[in-house]
């Protein structure tokens, strides 16, 4: 028997088919819709009972751009899209809102910080990245962690989402690591797969949601404890009562620890280091 090398694959790859049907010829059967290779179909993937199939998609992607990044690790900030960065002026046109805006820009900077120092953690032993920055892409208290692992030429996540009004992602994300999506649960998923640990910066329904929806996963046991850390304690304290949740009842004394507040970004690096340290 003549010596063969076994080939590796006997089907055409996916890719190779699709340029093939693009050139097919031009006739009343490969014109209609149905003709269309089903992947290459954007109205038949977009139909109501296709829903299904996208969300699979949209969970697959991410997860397989990740790993092949060698990404096993994360620290995710949450915050607002609406917080200047120190010496710039808010766009509010109420001056009052626009002055508590700028009296929560230092937030900016911590967030900054923060990024800074995780970005500086070496490759593990395997080559695997840990505690990347990973932001919601957009501007403000995102930018601002995006930028910080830029500052020390460090990649970093931005988990984008379509709304209705334009939203551009911002420019310290890595592109490669750029991500948008359609689908507020898929989107919220991707925050904590890979979390570690998240700071979360003042901000409103999003930042609420977001962090309620991570607090209720630690307190139900769906997820490990890891540090949910809130930066200003003052904000924190002003617009949430979390005694007197434990004072109606609703929450248990205990709860109180799955949060700490924090006001820096080396006392939040701290604690982070020490929780798994001492795990």
Request: proline share 7%; hydrophobic share 40%.
């Amino acid at each position: 028997m003549t010596e063969r090398k076994i080939p590796a694959r006997v089907f055409a790859r996916a890719a190779q088919d699709a340029e093939t049907a693009k050139n097919a010829l031009s006739t009343p059967q490969t014109e209609s819709p149905s003709y269309k290779l089903a992947f290459q179909d954007d109205a038949f993937l977009l139909r109501e009972d296709l829903r299904p199939v996208r969300f699979q998609l949209e969970l697959l992607k991410p997860e397989l751009l990740l790993d092949e990044a060698k990404i096993k690790s994360t620290l995710v900030f949450y915050g607002s899209a609406r917080i200047p960065e120190p010496g710039v002026a808010s766009p509010h046109p109420d001056p009052a809102i626009a002055a508590n805006l700028e009296s929560l820009s230092p937030h900016y900077d911590e967030a900054r910080k923060l990024a800074t120092i995780a970005s500086r953690i070496p490759r593990d032993d395997d080559g695997w990245r840990h505690f990347v920055v990973c932001s919601g892409g957009g501007p403000s208290i995102m930018e601002a962690a995006n930028r910080g692992a830029n500052d020390v030429l460090a990649d970093s996540i931005g988990l984008n989402i379509v709304l209705p009004h334009e939203q551009v992602p911002n420019s310290y994300m890595t592109p490669d690591l750029s991500f948008q999506f359609h689908y507020f649960a898929l989107r919220k998923m991707h925050f904590l797969l890979r979390a570690r640990a998240v700071a979360v910066f003042p901000g409103g329904f999003g930042t609420f949601d977001e962090t309620f929806e991570l607090l209720t996963l630690i307190q139900t046991g769906k997820i490990k404890p890891m540090p949910v850390l809130l930066f200003g304690r003052d904000f924190w304290e002003d617009v949430i009562d979390f005694k007197a949740l434990v004072k109606h009842g609703v929450i248990g004394e205990k709860d109180l620890a799955l949060f700490r507040y924090v006001d820096s970004a080396e006392e939040a690096w701290d604690y982070i280091r020490t929780f798994y340290e001492e795990d």
